[in-house]
């Protein structure tokens, strides 16, 4: 059913309930225009009509490029007509949703966003899934369409801009602290605030539960928007035993990079300490070796509690692990299959290391 033409091109939406054919009026059925097909007109020539369409996609709102011009056609309308057909709360958690840079989100997360409870938010979510509005793509996670998205995000009010996605943020920072903790119990917790109000952080009963659930949500930890040293740290060990080292040293550097910029030497010294490490697991000693004496030298400047100095100090000890065979290397079998090397804070005993270790004052490494 057409939205509207431009050139040569008819704009329709379409929707699992619509039937083949059906009416432009249709469009204005609750839940309807979930998604946005161009197709040619019949019997024009497509190419140039369909690369200029694509240029006006790319520069207006995608709302605005794709208004029908009649007002039963107007993806605004037909979107609007929807949230008529559902409760207030349910309006407000779909703006919610909206603001989140993730394509999904679990009802945990979803429950910290809107700082509600989580059996409040199942119900609202199968609200909002009953009229179309959100999807399920596996269980236990909800999604939205991009359209749909940008409408919802637009319709945000007040302080929900600043407050949803502080609260967003802060429900994972708490949880993948303690996935973290849950998959390494001899790490030291970092984050000693209590959570924000209407936040539900996640709890683990053990490692497989952390496990599955950076497996689902590290995507989200290691993206530009949610990058902070806090959430590198967490995610280092899920990394490290899977031979995920490449995107280790990648997430670790982008972490240091906010830290030099903030001037967070805390921060500095954490992320300095798992990119050196990175570095030996792909086989670059040096690096190595700058990144973790640099960190210990952080840790001694800072005064920092005496078991964390001592893992600290061993990381630096350690580092000639660089050199080993299985630098750089995964088994034939994958690391995700127990072929793990050795990790510097799984054998900590006490000492300090010579000064060939400790490397005096080192220049602090860039890479």
């Known amino acids: 059913?057409?939205?509207?033409?431009?050139?040569?091109?008819?704009?329709?939406?379409?929707?699992?309930?619509?039937?083949?054919?059906?009416?432009?009026?249709?469009?204005?059925?609750?839940?309807?225009a979930q998604a946005v097909t161009l197709a040619p007109r019949p019997g024009a020539a497509p190419l140039s009509p369909l690369a200029a369409i694509a240029a006006e996609l790319r520069e207006t709102h995608p709302l605005d490029a794709l208004d029908g011009g009649e007002p039963a056609l107007r993806l605004r309308a037909v979107f609007s007509w929807s949230l008529r057909t559902v409760s207030a709360p349910a309006v407000r958690l779909l703006r919610l949703l909206a603001l989140c840079p993730a394509a999904d989100l679990g009802v945990p997360a979803a429950a910290s966003l809107a700082g509600v409870t989580r059996p409040t938010t199942r119900h609202l979510l199968d609200e909002l899934g009953r009229a179309n509005l959100v999807t399920e793509p596996s269980p236990g996670r909800t999604s939205m369409d991009d359209?749909?998205?940008?409408?919802a995000a637009a319709l945000t009010i007040g302080r929900e801009r600043q407050e949803a996605p502080a609260r967003l943020h802060d429900h994972y920072a708490h949880?993948?602290?303690?996935?973290?903790?849950?998959?390494s119990p001899h790490r030291f917790p970092i984050l000693t605030t209590t959570?924000?109000?209407?936040?539900?952080?996640?709890?683990?009963?053990?490692?497989?539960?952390?496990?599955?659930?950076?497996?689902?949500?590290?995507?989200?930890?290691?993206?530009?928007?949610?990058?902070?040293?806090?959430?590198a740290w967490a995610v280092h060990d899920f990394l490290d035993r899977r031979g995920r080292w490449q995107e280790q040293s990648q997430l670790q550097r982008a972490a240091l990079a906010t830290t030099l910029v903030s001037g967070d030497r805390v921060g500095q010294a954490h992320t300095r300490r798992n990119l050196g490490w990175a570095h030996a697991r792909l086989g670059r000693p040096e690096l190595a070796h700058a990144h973790l004496?640099?960190?210990?030298?952080l840790f001694e400047a800072l005064m920092v509690s005496e078991d964390r100095h001592t893992r600290y100090v061993h990381a630096v000890q350690r580092f000639h692990h660089a050199r080993s065979p299985w630098s750089g290397?995964?088994?034939s079998h994958g690391a995700e299959h127990g072929d793990r090397?050795?990790?510097?804070?799984?054998?900590?005993?006490?000492?300090?290391?010579?000064?060939?270790?400790?490397?005096?004052?080192?220049?602090?490494?860039?890479?």
Do not use: K
């Not at 359209?147 to 409408?151: I, P, T």
């Not at 004496?293 to 030298?297: I, K, R, T, V």
């Not at 990790?343 to 000064?355: C, I, K, V």
């Open 1 to 32: 059913m057409a939205l509207g033409r431009r050139g040569n091109v008819v704009i329709a939406a379409t929707h699992p309930g619509f039937p083949p054919g059906g009416s432009a009026a249709a469009t204005a059925r609750p839940g309807a």
């Open 147 to 151: 359209l749909l998205r940008a409408y």
């Open 175 to 183: 949880s993948a602290q303690a996935a973290a903790l849950a998959l």
């Open 195 to 231: 959570p924000l109000a209407g936040v539900t952080p996640e709890r683990f009963s053990g490692a497989d539960e952390a496990v599955a659930w950076f497996q689902a949500e590290h995507h989200l930890l290691m993206s530009r928007t949610f990058v902070t040293w806090q959430s």
């Open 293 to 297: 004496a640099y960190a210990l030298d």
């Open 329 to 331: 290397r995964v088994s």
């Open 341 to 367: 090397a050795p990790h510097p804070a799984h054998d900590d005993h006490g000492g300090r290391p010579s000064r060939r270790y400790r490397g005096g004052r080192v220049v602090p490494p860039h890479a």
